[in-house]
Each structure stands twice: as structure tokens, then as C-alpha cells.
């Protein structure tokens, strides 16, 4: 018989850590939470196979913020609506193909290098304002977000802001291939 050493602390930190509650580590794991309870207090010692699930679900988790934490950039460089190409043109450099519009804190569109060259022909066009040819939002997700929802989004749009408290960053598919090749 194989004995297991006392997990109860083990799990209960690891899963704080990782930001779950009982109830999402329940669920994702397929048990009651009421069992997740009970190891979590001692009461109930989980077999083997139970044990092993809970802490790779944990440990999955936890893999996950670290890789996006290490793969966001933080210092985000936006625009605003009333900003005008010209700054546009400034900030996106050579450097970047999307730079997202921001104004009182939200979200408001995205403005791609594509939508730039249409107006290269334009008379005045350094004077056009950026919410004159802003495009869609990008989607915006939580630090604690598991990085396969972050690849999923990165197959439909450029980029993916995240948000922790107030502040945005952003991950881009050129930040997430970099990773890949650490």
C-alpha cells in the first residue's frame, strides 16, 4: 500500500496560489467541492490517482501564469481617439503592427498598420484623428487567464491586452512565438 505524505497544507497554499477556489478546482478536477473541503482540512485523505490529478490541475495552473506573466509586456503603448496619425506614426514605429486605443481607461478600438497604408495617398492625412480610422477592440483578458485561451485568441486577432487592476499589457503573436523558441 502506498502511503501518501499529509497534503492537506500542500493543496490548500498551491491552490491559493494559483487562485483557484475549492469550487473551480472541484470542477475542473470532477469532484465535489465538498471533497476538496475535507482534504484541504485533513478530514479526508484522497487516493493516490485523486492526489496526483489535484496537484497537476494545480501545478498546470500555476505553469500558466508564470508563462504569462513572462511573455506580457507591460509598459502598453496606446493612443487615444483625439490623437491624430501623425503620433500614431510616432509611436507605432518599426516596432509594432496594432497599437490598441485607450481612452478613460477602456478599450475603445485598435489601430492596425494595415488601415496606416490605405492612407498613405491621402492629402493631410497626418492630421486624421485616430478615431476616424480606428478598427474593433481587442479582447481583453484577466493575468490569471490560462495561456491556452491566450493561443486561441492569438488564431483570431494580433494581439490580446491583459488587465490587472487598472493597468493593461499586451501579448502579441510575435511576444508568444519569441517564448516558444526559450
Given at each position: ?52 490529478k489535484?496537484?497537476?490541475?494545480i ?47 477602456k ?28 478598427g ?6 484577466n ?5 491556452y ?26 511576444d ?7
Amino acid at each position: 500500500m502506498t502511503y501518501l505524505p499529509d497534503l492537506t497544507n500542500e493543496i490548500k497554499n498551491l491552490r491559493k496560489k494559483a487562485n483557484l477556489t475549492q469550487k473551480q478546482l472541484a470542477k475542473i478536477v470532477g469532484v465535489n467541492q465538498s471533497l476538496i473541503s475535507q482534504i484541504e482540512l485533513g478530514t479526508k485523505n484522497p487516493s493516490y490517482k485523486l492526489a496526483d490529478k489535484i496537484l497537476s490541475t494545480i501545478n498546470s495552473k500555476l505553469s500558466n501564469e508564470v508563462i504569462i506573466k513572462d511573455v506580457i509586456t507591460k509598459n502598453l503603448i496606446f493612443v487615444t481617439p483625439n490623437d491624430t496619425v501623425n503620433e500614431v506614426l510616432n509611436k507605432i514605429g518599426n516596432k509594432f503592427d496594432q497599437l490598441p486605443v485607450i481612452e478613460s481607461g477602456k478599450n475603445v478600438g485598435t489601430v492596425f498598420s494595415k488601415d496606416l497604408i490605405k492612407l498613405f495617398d491621402k492629402k493631410n492625412f497626418r492630421q486624421i484623428k485616430v478615431k476616424d480610422i480606428m478598427g474593433i477592440e481587442l479582447p481583453v483578458i484577466n493575468e490569471s487567464e490560462s495561456i491556452y485561451r491566450i493561443q486561441k485568441l492569438l488564431q483570431l486577432f494580433d494581439a490580446v491586452l491583459v488587465k490587472k487592476n487598472n493597468c493593461f499589457g499586451i501579448i502579441t503573436r510575435s511576444d508568444l512565438i519569441k517564448k516558444m523558441k526559450n
